[in-house]
């Protein structure tokens, strides 16, 4: 009995310390440029599952051998700022303090498409986008909405004419980017990484405090049909073979975008390392945060869901890559008083719904 028991022993913890290794990789892999090495990309990538694996043995020491349990929080103390700005545990709401401010929607709207199975009466998206409040609407895979509606989108022509009345300040860039607006508005930079990827940013003023706002679209993966198909059947019932395809289709993609958007974060961040005062960033990342893409985007920045959000904030709803792609930063006399993930499933993806107040005013109020 004693030797099958120190058998198990040995060999969980051989795994813990494999799985402890791998949750420390992913955790820094965001430091590691793809553009010099990809690999601990990936590490990033999965770094939700290999997280759940770490959590299983923390709970297995704890009923089978508890003096064992240091290895599991040791490694959860090396890797505690991955793990908070994967799920961060914001349990405090300020909302409605009546500071003054205003709300911003990111939002990848699927070119106002509907993946759900129902046939619904009226566009969703846009319905959302009416009902959100935002004085600011930043949107990927998205463009303007003729004033008669979109028949062919449920798009209705009473739609249509709120979101005109709603948002007189509107925006495109492309086919991808658009922004709608309670404020004057004006492109001060655009930038086409390549067929599916853009950054546009804009100059507005709220209560008198000049803004700049930039919306991206970072490289997308580029899944094929196939490619979606090969990762849910091998979700369902793996087999041998199907990890040659991955590995051959999958993975490769998976790194050629990883690169990708290395080079598009280092542009972004060029651009708003010379921006004076208030500055945003917000858009379809396509990437975790623990992505290097995340992580040069962010240097210097506040991430508001990070700042006041709960749990994992998944924001990409489809195929089974339940992760967090969509973000928000902020920096400069603004502070991040909300922030929300809204389930709402016509999107492929979900808006991210981030009310801000002013700093300053804050102060001026406690005193």
């Given at each position: 009995m004693k030797i099958i028991k120190g058998t198990?022993?040995?060999?969980?913890?051989?795994?813990?310390?494999?799985?402890?290794?791998?949750?420390?990789?992913?955790?820094y892999a965001s430091w590691v440029p793809p553009?010099?090495?990809?690999?601990?990309?990936?590490?990033?990538?999965?770094?939700?599952?290999?997280?759940?694996?770490?959590?299983?043995?923390?709970?297995?020491?704890?009923?089978?051998?508890?003096?064992?349990?240091?290895?599991?929080?040791?490694?959860?103390?090396?890797?505690?700022?991955?793990?908070?700005?994967?799920?961060?545990?914001?349990?405090?709401?300020?909302?409605?303090?009546?500071?003054?401010?205003?709300?911003?929607?990111?939002?990848?709207?699927?070119?106002?498409?509907?993946?759900?199975r129902r046939v619904y009466d009226r566009n969703r998206t846009v319905q959302y986008i009416l009902e959100s409040g935002a004085d600011v609407v930043c949107l990927q895979e998205a463009s303007d909405i003729p004033a008669k509606g979109m028949d062919r989108l449920k798009v209705s022509s009473e739609q249509a004419v709120r979101l005109r009345q709603l948002y007189p300040y509107r925006l495109t860039y492309g086919i991808r980017l658009a922004v709608y607006s309670k404020y004057p508005i004006q492109i001060v930079w655009k930038k086409s990484f390549s067929a599916s990827s853009d950054a546009c940013a804009y100059r507005l003023t709220v209560d008198g405090h000049p803004l700049t706002i930039v919306n991206c679209h970072l490289e997308s993966i580029g899944?094929?049909?196939?490619?979606?198909?090969?990762y849910l059947n091998m979700m369902d019932s793996p087999q041998k073979g199907m990890l040659n395809d991955v590995k051959q289709n999958i993975v490769r993609k998976l790194s050629q975008a990883f690169y990708a958007r290395a080079k598009q974060a280092q542009a972004i961040a060029d651009f708003v390392e010379k921006q004076e005062g208030d500055v945003i960033v917000c858009g379809d990342f396509n990437d975790t945060p623990q992505?290097?893409?995340?992580r040069k985007i962010k240097d210097g920045m506040t991430d508001a869901f990070v700042k006041r959000g709960t749990g994992p904030g998944i924001t990409y709803n489809a195929n089974r890559f339940w992760v967090r792609i969509d973000h928000v930063f902020y920096r400069g006399g603004l502070e991040a008083e909300t922030a929300r993930i809204r389930r709402l499933r016509s999107s492929d993806h979900y808006p991210v719904w981030v009310r801000f107040k002013w700093k300053e005013q804050q102060q001026v109020t406690h005193k």
């Open positions: 198990i022993t040995t060999v969980a913890m051989i795994a813990n310390l494999l799985f402890a290794c791998m949750l420390i990789v992913a955790s553009t010099l090495f990809r690999i601990p990309a990936l590490f990033g990538l999965v770094f939700p599952i290999v997280l759940f694996c770490n959590l299983f043995f923390l709970f297995f020491w704890a009923f089978y051998r508890w003096r064992y349990i240091w290895v599991q929080l040791f490694t959860f103390l090396i890797c505690a700022p991955a793990i908070w700005r994967y799920m961060p545990l914001n349990f405090t709401d300020e909302n409605d303090t009546g500071a003054p401010g205003f709300t911003l929607v990111s939002y990848n709207a699927y070119n106002f498409l509907d993946q759900g899944l094929t049909t196939t490619d979606k198909e090969l992505s290097y893409a995340y």
